[in-house]
T-cell receptor
Framework: GESVGLHLPTLSVQEGDNSIINCAYS??????FIWYKQESGKGPQFIID?????DKRQGQRVTVLLNKTVKHLSLQIAATQPGDSAVYFC?????????????FGKGTRLSVIA | KAGVTQTPRYLIKTRGQQVTLSCSPI?????VSWYQQTPGQGLQFLFE???????NKGNFPGRFSGRQFSNSRSEMNVSTLELGDSALYLC????????????FGPGTRLLVL
């Protein structure tokens, strides 16, 4: 199976609340992680990334947390808006001497309730 | 800077036919990766091209092939189409140095009848 997986396939959140989307990874050699957002009919859109030498990174309304001890990644969206409704994917990349492709989780669908 | 573009956006084919999809990466990006996305399997890696060479390959049959041109544009081909090949085909480009963000195009939705 895939080395990157998601705990929850769907998440419903009230508008204005914070959202937390979780992701587990199994490859301890992974050193780069990315969150993507995919809206209906579109390709995945880069949201935020984090390298393994960090445990937290913040963007605009989004924060990614990395816990290497338990191989867990999360995406926090503050003050969730209707436009945040989409499928969110985490992806991991190993950077050994060569190059390996990104490995994607199956995605979590975020539904924002107005 | 223009994003990743893919053509065509939609395609309908019948079983047994072949199809060629095209991807133009972001200017300056030398790596192009292809993915198949289906509701049941999610995003699955097909292959990656860098400097006109296939650098990585996923677990897809030989009916799926690709190539990259000197201007980094890439094409993928699927021969002898099967119903199960119906999917959204996405390409993503990156600089190519490894361990970096990939930027996706809008995808080509292929329907095989």
């Amino acid at each position: 199976g895939e080395s990157v997986g998601l705990h929850l396939p769907t998440l419903s959140v009230q508008e204005g609340d914070n959202s937390i989307i979780n992701c587990a990874y199994s490859n301890s050699a992974s050193d780069y992680f990315i969150w993507y957002k995919q809206e209906s009919g579109k390709g995945p859109q880069f949201i935020i990334d984090i390298r393994s030498n960090m445990d937290k990174r913040q963007g605009q309304r989004v924060t990614v947390l990395l816990n290497k001890t338990v191989k867990h990644l999360s995406l926090q969206i503050a003050a969730t808006q209707p436009g945040d409704s989409a499928v969110y994917f985490c992806a991991e990349n190993i950077r050994p001497s060569g190059n390996t492709p990104l490995v994607f989780g199956k995605g979590t669908r975020l539904s924002v309730i107005a | 800077k223009a994003g990743v573009t893919q053509t065509p956006r939609y395609l309908i084919k019948t079983r047994g036919q072949q199809v060629t999809l095209s991807c133009s990466p972001i200017s300056g990006h030398r790596s192009v990766s292809w993915y198949q996305q289906t509701p049941g399997q999610g995003l699955q890696f097909l292959f990656e091209y860098f400097s006109e060479t296939q650098r990585n390959k996923g677990n897809f049959p030989g009916r799926f092939s690709g190539r990259q041109f000197s201007n980094s544009r890439s094409e993928m081909n699927v021969s002898t189409l099967e119903l199960g090949d119906s999917a959204l085909y996405l390409c993503a480009s990156s600089l190519g140095s490894g361990g970096e963000t990939q930027y996706f195009g809008p995808g080509t939705r292929l329907l095989v009848l």
